[in-house]
């Protein structure tokens, strides 16, 4: 890995911003374009269709083949190089999101084709985000940036689109129609590799270099690579750790949005209006807590940061409904909560970049990333039942105890420490494989 070299403020020493910030253009517009597509997409089969079922249904063709394939493209991002599998795929994107308006002008848009495409969406997707997340640290590296700072700055720029993305395809939707907002989505994917050609250098988000397996192998198969990838995950009980915990959190996460607040709001008599405005309440505070990390997480003591933020994001918000607080004490926790998730990403950002090899960094993001998304379209299946079962209240409070047991108490476990041990010792990135070291117990309950 490349030495940093950084003023006391974390700013580079005459390095060019221009790597990082071409990136980070380039991520903006791509999830911008698809959080528009987002709201066109659904809002188009139902207009079209009148089925809330084909809505979902089309929903999940989209999410299932993204977790999918982004679980088994790792190996592919190593091999072929970052940069190349980012600007194919959002090309291919583009041509899929292009096409749904372009056949439904010619009636020939069958809800068969659509699903297919859509597939293709979130088929390709997936390898162009891990790809463009592979290469923040080499930008991080070029512009002479922290870790931390750089992770924080991709993590603002993700929230910010989350923010203004839904604002604008509900916008366009409403003023043009949905198909305007597909085909937003298309040219956002189109502009993004335009984006990364013209800000990126020529050498960058290249094909890790090969390094010697200790057979002495320098080239290895795909499931090989997938192996080796795997193997390093399994050997590294911090990022397991944080993995099955990120992957609990999210089903929670889920559950409350999907089910939980929409059930409360409609119970309260608030209507669907208050969870527009707590999701942009929590949004404007996620965006501003990730520019304060971006600008000083380098300085702090990362597992106090990544528990504190934890604890300001999880539980709160389940018991506030719970407890039937009022809306501007609800407001308050959303906005708190927000602030503190803004946190969360960089440190785990910094932490991922610092302990993977570069050569392993698409394989083993690409599984960790899949793991932690497994239990999303679990979520919302478990909080219905449940909430058919118990009740609503019931169910807020053992959702905000989970959240808490799962974020904190887990926190006392030993492999916590390694987040500040490795940035206190100075490790670099480049470490070695899992075949090169010791293996580490497995992970309990």
């Not at 010619?106 to 390709?124: E, F, H, K, N």
């Not at 463009?132 to 720029?157: C, Q, W, Y």
């Not at 018991?319 to 969360?344: E, K, Q, R, Y």
Request: net charge positive.
């Amino acid at each position: 890995m490349t030495e940093v070299v950084t003023t006391d403020d974390g700013i580079s020493g005459g390095r060019s911003l221009r790597p990082l910030s071409g990136l980070l253009a380039a991520m903006a517009v791509s999830l911008t374009g698809t959080r528009v597509s987002a709201i066109a997409l659904p809002w188009f089969v139902l207009a079209t269709t009148g089925s809330p079922t084909q809505t979902g249904l089309v929903a999940f063709c989209e999410m299932t083949p993204y977790v999918l394939v982004k679980a088994f493209t790792g190996p592919l991002v190593d091999r072929a190089g970052p940069r190349v599998i980012s600007w194919s795929t959002d090309l291919a994107s583009a041509t899929a999101a292009g096409a749904v308006p372009l056949l439904h002008a010619l009636d020939l848009l069958s809800l068969p084709l659509l699903l297919t495409l859509v597939a293709l969406i979130g088929a390709a997707r997936g390898p162009g985000d891990l790809a463009k997340e592979v290469m923040v640290p080499e930008a991080a590296d070029r512009s002479g940036m922290p870790l931390e700072r750089a992770a924080g700055l991709a993590g603002a720029t993700e929230r910010l689109a989350a923010t203004l993305g839904p604002a604008a395809g509900g916008s366009v939707v409403a003023l043009f129609g949905p198909l305007t907002g597909l085909a937003v989505n298309a040219g956002c994917f189109v502009l993004g590799p335009v984006i990364m050609l013209l800000t990126l250098p020529r050498g960058m988000g290249q094909a890790a270099e090969n390094v010697p397996s200790p057979h002495g192998a320098t080239e290895l198969g795909y499931w090989k690579r997938f192996g080796e990838g795997f193997a390093f995950l399994r050997g590294e009980p911090l990022l397991r750790t944080i993995t099955v915990m990120v992957a609990i959190t999210n089903l929670l996460d889920t559950a409350f949005s999907t089910v939980l607040m929409p059930v409360w709001a409609r119970a309260s008599g608030h209507g669907p209006a208050v969870i527009g405005l707590t999701s942009s309440v929590g949004g404007i505070a996620a965006i501003a807590g990730s520019v304060v990390a971006a600008a000083a997480a380098h300085r702090m003591r990362r597992r106090v940061v990544f528990f504190t933020g934890f604890l300001l994001a999880g539980a709160p918000k389940f018991l506030a409904l719970a407890c039937h607080a009022p809306m501007w004490a609800v407001l308050v926790v959303f906005a708190v909560g927000g602030f503190g998730s803004g946190f969360l990403n960089p440190v785990l950002g910094a932490i991922s970049f610092e302990r993977i090899p570069r050569r392993l960094l698409g394989r083993v993001n690409a599984l960790g990333d899949s793991l932690a998304w497994a239990g999303i379209p679990l979520g919302g299946l478990i909080a219905g039942a449940a909430v058919a079962s118990f009740g609503l209240v019931p169910v807020l409070l053992a959702g905000g105890a989970a959240y808490f047991l799962t974020t904190n108490v887990t926190g006392l476990r030993p492999e916590w420490r390694e987040m500040d041990r490795l940035r206190e010792r100075g490790v670099p990135a480049q470490r070695p494989t899992a075949d090169e070291r010791a293996p580490h117990g497995d992970l309990t309950a």
